[in-house]
């Protein structure tokens, strides 16, 4: 079950100020559709997501993509993924497909405690560059939800 969901805002990569797009650009992306970051922030209805919290699961919901409603999983949808799996959208929602944001630190992290990379962990990383999920923790790991002003 979930609750009310969150402020509407666009996911930000904190060093390179690139935006999380469905890779395409779709307003409605297909399932397994890969997160990347890239620098267009024209289209909102390609950008906006919400966090939607989850009853009994504490701070942890669901990232849902505002136009299509699909949310973000971890490739495949497991609980505890490996190193570099893939970001996707996807239209399932279940345990695997938890995420918390750490607006302190402005980490991302999954249920099973891997937090958001840009894929190689660059702190520039070039347009359509996939977003991953890893343990490391460094500067170029920091992403957050804002507006686009």
């Known amino acids: 079950m ?3 969901p969150g402020p509407i805002g666009y996911i930000f990569h904190r060093s390179s100020l690139k935006v999380v797009h469905p890779l ?3 307003t ?4 397994n559709t890969k997160l990347v970051v890239h620098d267009d922030n024209s289209n909102p209805a390609k950008l906006e997501v ?3 919290p ?3 699961f504490g701070h942890y919901g669901y990232i849902e993509h505002v136009a299509s409603r699909k949310i973000v999983h971890p490739l495949a949808g497991h609980i505890d993924p490996g190193n570099d799996t893939k970001l996707v959208y996807h239209p399932d929602r279940h345990a695997g497909a938890l995420f918390a944001f750490d607006e302190e630190h402005e980490r991302i ?7 958001w990379h840009p894929s190689r962990g660059s702190p520039n990383p070039g347009n359509d560059t996939p977003c991953v999920l890893h343990s490391d923790v460094h500067d170029a790991a920091k992403f957050y939800l ?4």
């Not at 804002?146 to 002003?149: L, V």
């Open 50 to 52: 919400r966090f939607v």
């Open 109 to 115: 992290m999954h249920r099973g405690g891997k937090i």
């Open 28 to 31: 409605n992306p297909g399932g």
């Open 146 to 149: 804002g507006k686009p002003d």
């Open 2 to 4: 979930a609750n009310e």
């Open 24 to 26: 395409g650009g779709s």
């Open 54 to 56: 989850v009853e009994g």
